[in-house]
T-cell receptor, first 113, second 110 residues
């Protein structure tokens, strides 16, 4: 248990569906991240939020829409995804102080059919 | 070429062997992280280094800033050490996002 909780753990969705991934941290951290891990590729950054403000979008397609209502919660809204979007989506948090260890959730394994 | 390179990609060893995983990076960093990922996906932070050496139990991590190189060592390896070990870097002070290597899949045979 790292203090970062992701739900759901597994998700299968059709290309026309809309779904959301949720991440919650109770560590008092101020920065939250979405990372994507595709097969045979390194983890890659998607979005960064600092103090609820989006500070980085790593050229992510608009079919992925993040939301950070407060420093403890982060969502990733999904719509009209493609099969190549199937991957493990990991949420992480850091203190936001500039030099911090990262704490990761267990990930959501997404399959787009 | 990736900014973070790891070797080897796969490593199989007998229980009890001394394990070394290497990481080289090509960018300026504020910190280097060693992470462990078990089947199922969750990632745990093992070390965060900005200089020198750190030890936790049977795990040792070292970093050489001048050579832009880090190593993760496991002494007296055990089957429960089987996992993917990932090297990642934070690009500069004030920015805690991570850039990752491709990982090393370690299998320890009893």
């Amino acid at each position: 248990e790292t203090g970062v909780t992701q739900t759901p753990r597994h998700l299968v969705m059709g290309m026309t569906n809309k779904k959301s991934l949720k991440c919650e941290q109770h560590l008092g951290h101020n920065a939250m991240y979405w990372y994507k891990q595709s097969a045979k590729k390194p983890l890659e950054l998607m979005f960064v939020y600092n103090f609820k403000e989006q500070t980085e979008n790593n050229s992510v397609p608009s079919r992925f829409s993040p939301e950070c209502p407060n420093s403890s919660h982060l969502f990733l809204h999904l719509h009209t995804l493609q099969p190549e979007d199937s991957a493990l989506y990991l949420c992480a948090s850091t203190t936001g102080t500039g030099f911090s260890e990262a704490f990761f959730g267990q990930g959501t394994r997404l399959t787009v059919v | 070429k990736n900014e973070v390179e790891q070797s080897p990609q796969n490593l199989t060893a007998q229980e009890g062997e001394f394990i070394t995983i290497n990481c080289s990076y090509s960018v300026g960093i504020s910190a280097l992280h060693w992470l462990q990922q078990h089947p199922g996906g969750g990632i745990v932070s093992l070390f965060m280094l900005s200089s020198g050496k750190k030890k936790h139990g049977r795990l040792i991590a070292t970093i050489n800033i001048q050579e832009k190189h880090s190593s993760l060592h496991i002494t007296a390896s055990h089957p429960r050490d089987s996992a993917v070990y990932i090297c990642a870097v934070s690009p500069n002070f004030g920015n805690e996002k991570l850039t990752f290597g491709t990982g090393t899949r370690l299998t320890i045979i009893p």
